[in-house]
Each structure stands twice: as C-alpha cells, then as structure tokens.
C-alpha cells in the first residue's frame, strides 16, 4: 500500500509557472523506496476525462511526455524525499484541472501505456491548478 499526497496547486496567472509536489510513503511496516514505483501525473478538468499527462519510471528515471504538454512540463523526483515534482512553465487557461499523481510498483513495458490510468495502483487526492487572469 502506497499513501501519495499532492501539493503545490494554486490560482495562477496565465504565462506563469508551477511546481506540483506529490509526496509517497508506504503504508505497511516494510521499508519504502520510491525507486521501486513508476509515478506519474494526471490530470482531470471539468467535464472531462482524467488525461495522463507524464510519468517518471522506477529504476533508470526514464520519463514519457504526452504530446500536449511536451515542451512546457517537467517531471522530475527525488529519492531521498520520496517525492516527485510536475514543473509547469507558461500555464494556460486550458491547465486549469486536478492534478493527480499515480503510482504503480515496476517498470512500464510499452511506453505509451504509462499514460493509462489502468496501469496504477495507488492515487492521491489530487491539487487544483487553476490558471485565469
């Protein structure tokens, strides 16, 4: 069992930046290393379906953009926190959502899965980003 907690959504104005924080820990008296788990982010707006946005795989720290937000996000983790960040740089209007992150224990076979919802195990409760003037 995985606990993940977000952090770092806020009201933000177009052009401006953001960096999500999504904090792991085990839930069982085993030790935790988030090195074991692929972690990654979504996201979910108003009305819409939640939209897998990057992950971050366990092991060699390999990383998988999808095409919406190559470019402008930037994930990155931190072993010894347990902690993976979503830098976000000239958010738009169109950012505004939940922003989650998952996690699942292994390595993602075929790349373009990690963005699939069904592969992760654990979520957290998600931060709100909302860009507008």
């Known amino acids: 069992q995985v606990l993940l907690v977000e952090s770092g959504g806020s009201l933000v104005q177009p052009g401006g930046s953001l960096r999500l924080s999504c904090a792991a820990s085990?839930?069982?008296?085993?030790?935790?290393?988030?090195?074991?788990?692929?972690i990654a982010w979504f996201r979910q707006a108003p009305g819409k379906e939640r939209e897998g946005l990057s992950y971050?795989?366990?092991?060699?720290?390999?990383?998988y953009y999808a095409d919406s937000v190559k470019g402008r996000f930037t994930i990155s983790k931190d072993n010894a926190k347990n902690t993976v960040y979503l830098q976000i740089h000239s958010l738009k209007p169109e950012d505004t959502a939940v922003y989650y992150c998952?996690?699942?224990?292994?390595?993602?076979?075929?790349?373009?899965?990690?963005?699939?919802?069904?592969?992760?195990?654990?979520w957290g409760q998600g931060t709100q980003v909302t860009v507008s003037s």
């Open positions: 085990g839930l069982t008296a085993s030790p935790f290393y988030l090195d074991d788990y692929t």
């Open positions: 971050i795989s366990n092991g060699f720290d390999n990383t």
């Open positions: 998952a996690a699942f224990r292994g390595m993602v076979a075929v790349q373009a899965t990690g963005l699939m919802k069904s592969v992760y195990d654990y």
